[in-house]
T-cell receptor, first 113, second 112 residues
Framework: DAGVTQSPTHLIKTRGQQVTLRCSPK?????VSWYQQALGQGPQFIFQ???????QRGNFPDRFSGHQFPNYSSELNVNALLLGDSALYLC????????????FGPGTRLTVT | GNSVTQMEGPVTLSEEAFLTINCTYT??????LFWYVQYPGEGLQLLLK?????DKGSNKGFEATYRKETTSFHLEKGSVQVSDSAVYFC???????????FGKGTRLSVIA
């Protein structure tokens, strides 16, 4: 059973550019959440997608947007990159209406120069 | 709002030493509590959880008890190994579909 997968593993971008990160949820999961983990910090919730719509959103600017596809996979888009966007971006999946567990992928390390 | 506070690291222990990492939370109602572990260069793995007061979560020799009266969920292990070296995060949420709220993490280094 494949767990949560993310691509790419690492990414280097320049300030002002745009980036797209991808996530495939664990088999059987229909909900995808994205988190940003800055160096030395705990993960911070960005947003959550369910049934192809954004269901909840954390305290992140509109430069952060996302999408969920019919197969439940998801993308995170960040526009007008800032140096402060450098972080590990984690995707987590879960199944609506079941247990309390969110399963995390290995993350995408984004470096903005 | 909801928040989690955990002891600051780094924590350095010798192999076979006893481990305690303190975690307290502020939340309304009755959240579920979690410990996640992050090994170098990897994502987060769920270590253990507790969903109601007085529950004890346990896994791989680690355990934590949900203490409603002290709003705490301290992580303990009786005898740490070098392979336990990682960053440990305490977190809370209200269901699998509500955001996890994490503490800042505690780095543990175990030396042989």
């Amino acid at each position: 059973d494949a767990g949560v997968t993310q691509s790419p593993t690492h990414l280097i971008k320049t300030r002002g550019q745009q980036v797209t990160l991808r996530c495939s949820p664990k088999s059987g999961h229909d909900t995808v959440s994205w988190y940003q983990q800055a160096l030395g910090q705990g993960p911070q919730f960005i947003f959550q997608y369910y049934e192809e719509e954004e269901r909840q959103r954390g305290n992140f600017p509109d430069r952060f947007s996302g999408h969920q596809f019919p197969n439940y996979s998801s993308e995170l888009n960040v526009n007008a990159l800032l140096l402060g966007d450098s972080a590990l971006y984690l995707c987590a999946s879960s199944q609506t209406g079941t247990s309390y567990e969110q399963y995390f992928g290995p993350g995408t390390r984004l470096t903005v120069t | 709002g909801n928040s989690v506070t955990q002891m600051e690291g780094p924590v350095t222990l010798s192999e076979e030493a006893f481990l305690t990492i303190n975690c307290t939370y502020t939340a309304t109602g009755y959240p579920s509590l979690f410990w996640y572990v992050q090994y170098p260069g990897e994502g987060l793995q769920l270590l253990l959880k507790a969903t109601k007061a007085d529950d004890k979560g346990s896994n791989k020799g680690f355990e934590a008890t949900y203490r409603k009266e002290t709003t705490s969920f301290h992580l303990e292990k009786g005898s740490v190994q070098v392979s336990d070296s990682a960053v440990y995060f305490c977190a809370l949420s209200y269901s699998g579909n509500t955001p996890l709220v994490f503490g800042k993490g505690t780095r543990l280094s175990v030396i042989a």
